[in-house]
């Protein structure tokens, strides 16, 4: 690994990468390390990203080893004074939407009653994250950072792990930033996780009707805050093709908004939004 520290500290991967191999995951084992000039050496995951592998065929049997490897992080990685996924943070993500997204790309000015609403929706979003168990989160558990690896998954890009809402990662594994899936398959899978983390003792819901809008509504803050992260990634960074999955997420948005009454006043927000919208993502 090479990174520069003026850009990015080796310090938080190395001590993540540890919790997690301490546990009996497979993630990189840090054989040396140059702090000073951001330069690691760790074992090879391989070449394989799951999301170049994964397919309709092979999903159910992948997934079900992600599944395994995520409840146990779960149960038995080390969250000991990892950040907490707390109202702040979660806050400064969803900002991302109407600072990136809206603003930046779609060219729209909030109106103030306009501001008032999403700052309802924001709360709403907020109290059901902070409503759940908190449990060690990956934060970016999804197929691009998990490799083909022996024992599989090879798990990556852990730096940012938190104490936080047990749905996360569920979420986004399964409701992907890179690859969709038929929704009712992805409720069947949830649930499978959901009946998996009740046998390995984790504080998931008993009732299979609140652990689906849990994961909706907390899939609808990430789906919030990876727009505005694309659209910052575009106009800050210069790297429009990330923009091309937008479309993905407001199918996410939809979904959730049609089944969640909770969300109706995110569903008109987003109307009003698009109707003045430059472009039509």
Not at 10 to 20: C, E, N, Q, S
Not at 43 to 56: A, S
Not at 73 to 80: G, I, K
Request: glycine share 6%.
């Amino acid at each position: 690994m090479d990174a520069p520290p003026e850009r990015e500290a080796t310090g938080p991967f190395v001590d993540i990468a540890g919790r997690l191999r301490r546990a009996g995951l497979n993630a990189p084992e840090v054989l040396a390390e140059d702090r000073e000039r951001g330069f690691l050496l760790l074992t090879d995951l391989g070449d394989r990203p799951w999301h170049q592998v994964l397919d309709e065929h092979n999903a159910d049997a992948m997934f079900g080893e992600a599944m395994t490897a995520l409840s146990k992080m779960q149960c038995d990685a080390d969250a000991t004074s990892l950040p907490d996924y707390d109202a702040a943070l979660l806050l400064r993500e969803l900002s991302l939407f109407p600072d990136w997204f809206l603003a930046r790309h779609w060219g729209v000015e909030p109106t103030e009653s306009e501001l008032d609403d999403w700052e309802m929706v924001c709360m709403t979003l907020i109290r059901w994250a902070l409503d759940q168990p908190a449990v060690f989160v990956h934060r970016d558990f999804m197929p691009r950072n998990l490799m083909v690896s022996q024992p599989n998954p090879g798990i990556l890009d852990f730096q940012d792990a938190v104490l936080g809402p047990i749905s996360y990662d569920p979420v986004c594994l399964l409701r992907d930033a890179f690859l969709s899936w038929p929704p009712d398959r992805v409720d069947a899978w949830l649930e499978d996780y959901r009946k998996r983390a009740l046998a390995d003792g984790l504080p998931v819901p008993e009732d299979p009707q609140l652990w689906r809008r849990t994961c909706d509504l907390m899939g609808v803050q990430r789906h919030l805050k990876v727009l505005g992260i694309f659209a910052r990634i575009r106009y800050r960074d210069g790297k429009p093709r990330y923009l091309e999955d937008a479309p993905r997420f407001f199918a996410y948005l939809k979904a959730a908004i049609d089944r969640n009454p909770e969300l109706a006043l995110l569903d008109r927000l987003l109307g009003g939004w698009r109707a003045r919208a430059r472009l039509d993502d």
